[in-house]
């Protein structure tokens, strides 16, 4: 089965696209949003994915009579990666965070503790795959991104016992990492999803770099919209909510400053962006029965201003290794 888009119709309204609009879909993925903003609008979407299979998808359909432009890349270089396709401001963006179900779901991309393949977990094709980071990443800083971005109360335990069995054997495949997990937290003791859930969700964040995608991303966003512009961000999780939110209440001028991840505002400064909603909006009960992957969905709205960008970069609030410091095998 393909992927079914979460919150769809909450985002194409928020999104409220009008003819002649560029909007910009950054997580293009199986086409769910970039096919309904299309029938919202006779306007045209530039859709970016940094996975070339998406990119492959959407150009070997002619459905879209020209009104789509895909653009293979990271959706945090958009400030340079949409003027390059000649497209210096917009009228809306969208970003719908993590992995697609078609990336789920094959087992060669490496993302799954359900189905065995490579240790992978690389969204685009380049960079440390999952087996080079844990395989070579000290245990503190294995055991700090599993705490972190997975929010696994194990972390230590786990990151201790990886550190000990890759010395006699490296982690090659998702099942192996994902049963020696298992073991090392004592079993499944009844719970309902898989031990090794939070710690694969870390890696994958870790070796797809998403929260310091999503800060440049949040930065361009700011840049790229002209006023009146609309910005929809559909995330999976609490720290990227978190990064989200801090970032449209500071730019909106509803913070103080003091934010972990954004330095202290200068007084007086015009927002940039007015929210839509004060509070995220949230699947409704049916959505969430019929798609169990829109659980932890939280979709935030905001409108650009016509004030100047702040253009200050946004932190991740987070000090955990860089990617470049894991060794790369060939
Ligand atoms: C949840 S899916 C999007 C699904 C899409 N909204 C739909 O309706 O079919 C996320 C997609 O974003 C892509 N992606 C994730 N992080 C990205 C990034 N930093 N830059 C570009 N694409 C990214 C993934 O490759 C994946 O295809």
Redesign the pocket.
């Known amino acids: 089965m393909g992927?079914v888009?979460v919150l769809?119709d909450e985002v194409v309204e928020g999104l409220a696209p009008q003819d002649g609009d560029v909007i910009v879909?950054?997580?293009?993925?199986?086409?769910?949003?970039?096919r309904a903003i299309l029938k919202a609008a006779n306007c045209h979407v530039v859709g970016?994915?940094?996975?070339e299979t998406?990119i492959e998808r959407a150009n070997a359909s002619d459905d879209y009579d020209g009104r789509l432009t895909p653009v293979l890349?990271?959706?945090?270089e958009m400030a340079t990666l949409l003027p390059a396709a000649g497209y210096e401001a917009v009228d809306g963006i969208t970003l719908?965070?993590?992995?697609?179900s078609?990336?789920l779901d094959e087992a060669e991309r490496g993302f799954s503790f359900m189905r065995d393949g490579p240790l992978d977990m690389r969204?685009g094709g380049d960079g440390p795959s999952a087996a080079d980071v844990i395989n070579t990443l000290p245990e503190k800083a294995l055991a700090d991104i599993i705490f972190r971005l997975g929010e696994e109360k194990q972390s230590r335990r786990i990151a201790k016992s990886i550190s000990a069995r890759r010395l006699k054997a490296p982690f090659t495949t998702t099942l192996d990492l994902a049963s020696h997990i298992e073991d090392a937290m004592g079993g499944r003791r009844g719970a309902r999803t898989h031990p090794a859930t939070r710690s694969f969700q870390a890696i994958r964040m870790f070796v797809?770099d998403?929260l310091g995608?999503l800060a440049r991303?949040l930065d361009a966003c700011e840049a790229l919209m002209r006023p009146g512009g609309r910005l929809a961000i559909v995330t999976f999780h609490s720290l990227e909510d978190r990064m989200v939110k801090q970032f449209l209440k500071e730019r909106a001028g509803q913070t103080g400053g003091g934010s972990r991840y954004l330095p202290a505002p200068e007084a007086g400064r015009a927002p940039s962006f007015n929210l839509i909603k004060r509070k995220a909006i949230e699947p409704g009960e049916a959505e969430t029965q019929a798609n169990p992957r829109a659980r932890s969905a939280k979709l935030r709205l905001a409108v650009r201003t016509d004030a100047p960008a702040w253009g200050e970069p946004v932190d991740t609030g987070f000090n955990l290794p860089g990617l470049d410091s894991v060794e790369v095998s060939s």
């Open positions: 992927h888009p769809l879909d950054g997580t293009l993925g199986g086409g769910g949003y970039m970016v994915d940094r996975d998406a890349g990271c959706f945090g719908d965070l993590g992995v697609s078609f990336q969204m797809n998403e995608e991303a």
